[in-house]
């Protein structure tokens, strides 16, 4: 399986972004697709997530109303669009792929294949 995330860069606050990432390699029946940043000295955190099967959707409450994911199952594609930046969004983005359940979604532990990264960084 492999991941490519792209879509980073620089952008004001208040301003938007979309990323997206790609995913090949194996069918993507039962998994999910999840987005996760990190920022420097911090440890990987959640942001969204989605499921490819069925199309649930979880968010992180930092993410909640300003950011949306949604899948392109022709392209095998994923995507975040994310509104509002604020500084404290400036991250290293990573989409990620595993077979989650609920309660499991929002630990980056719980996925097996992660993509490569793009930053975004978000001045004041």
């Known amino acids: 399986v492999q991941l490519q995330a792209s879509g980073g860069g620089l952008v004001q606050a208040g301003g938007s972004l979309r990323l997206s990432c790609v995913v090949t390699?194996?069918?993507?029946?039962?998994?999910?697709i999840a987005w996760f940043r990190q920022a420097p000295g911090r440890e990987r955190a959640f942001v969204a997530a989605?499921?490819?099967?069925?199309?649930?959707?979880y968010y992180a409450d930092s993410a909640k109303g300003r950011f949306t994911i949604s899948r392109d199952n022709a392209k095998n594609t994923v995507y975040v669009q994310m509104n509002s930046l604020k500084p404290e969004d400036t991250a290293v983005y990573y989409c990620?792929?595993?077979?989650?359940?609920?309660?499991?979604?929002?630990?980056?532990?719980?996925?097996?294949?992660w993509g490569q990264g793009t930053l975004v960084t978000v001045s004041s």
């Open positions: 390699g194996r069918t993507f029946s039962g998994r999910t």
């Open positions: 990620a792929t595993g077979n989650t359940i609920t309660s499991t979604t929002m630990r980056p532990q719980a996925y097996d294949y």
């Open positions: 989605i499921r490819w099967s069925g199309g649930t959707i």
